[in-house]
């Protein structure tokens, strides 16, 4: 059965950072092949990955109703024009295969298409033995349960008082939307003191989290995200790696 990694946060604490980090380490563990699923319409997991994304999901729906349109899926029903289309949007590597959501296009409702997606992506992740999920900030794609439940749900945050207090309303908010997971950890990025202060013990008791891992700023991570460089070119002695390493291996 797939373990399902959920990431999420609030905007520029580094959601992406971690989601890359936990699939190229998740492989460098042998824990393969990963499902990364780029659920942020902003759309960069790829360049974490070292790969491109030429397709998203969330263009798909526009690109099947304008082939239907012109009578050109005779034969096939509209569901399965979907999940042909969705198939073909799957970036498939050596270790790892890629899928970008992106942003809807067009008008009209999306619910027809979030179902079907729903569908192919349950179909899709059984396949794999982890599956990392990058959000966008908040928790609208859980809310919609696009993924039903995850195993283990990952909120980032900076170490500023702002940032913490997003974390304790999303979690709130998880509590309110009913949304389920197994397990909770909080990663507290780019400090510049490498410590759990007070105020994170503090939202870990409240939370009730089972994990709190602080991370510091990191040059050479600054580095490769400046170049667009891949996270699988990070120093195997990399702090912030071998502490993923360590989460990892607990977790697992």
Do not use: W
């Not at 997991?45 to 526009?62: C, F, H, P, Q, Y």
């Not at 309303?169 to 509590?175: G, I, N």
């Not at 007070?198 to 089972?210: A, L, Y």
């Amino acid at each position: 059965m797939s373990k399902i990694i959920a990431i999420t946060g609030k905007g520029g604490v580094g959601k992406t950072t971690i989601s890359g980090l936990l699939v190229t380490r998740l492989i460098s563990n042998n824990y393969e092949p990963v499902l990364a699923v780029d659920a942020d319409p902003n759309t960069c997991l790829d360049i974490n990955l070292g790969i491109t994304a030429n397709k998203t999901v969330g263009s798909i729906r526009e690109e099947a109703r304008e082939i239907a349109g012109k009578g050109l899926s005779s034969g096939i029903s509209k569901q399965q024009l979907l999940e042909m289309k969705i198939a073909e949007s799957l970036v498939e590597c050596k270790n790892f295969d890629y899928i970008a959501m992106g942003r809807p296009e067009g008008p009209g409702c999306y619910c027809y298409a979030n179902n079907v997606l729903k569908e192919v992506l349950k179909e899709i992740a059984i396949q794999y033995p982890y599956v990392v999920l990058d959000n966008e900030a908040g928790l609208e794609n859980l809310s919609r349960r696009i993924i039903q439940k995850v195993n283990l749900l990952i909120f980032v945050s900076d170490s500023s008082l702002r940032g913490l207090d997003t974390v304790l309303r999303l979690y709130q908010l998880a509590q309110d939307m009913e949304i389920k997971f197994d397990k909770l950890a909080i990663f507290v990025n780019r400090q510049k003191r490498n410590e759990i202060t007070n105020e994170m013990s503090q939202m870990k008791k409240i939370t009730g989290s089972d994990y709190l891992i602080s991370f510091p700023e990191n040059e050479e991570i600054g580095s490769i995200a400046e170049k667009g460089e891949s996270l699988f070119n990070l120093s195997e002695k990399n702090e912030i790696v071998l502490k993923i390493d360590d989460f990892i291996k607990e977790l697992i």
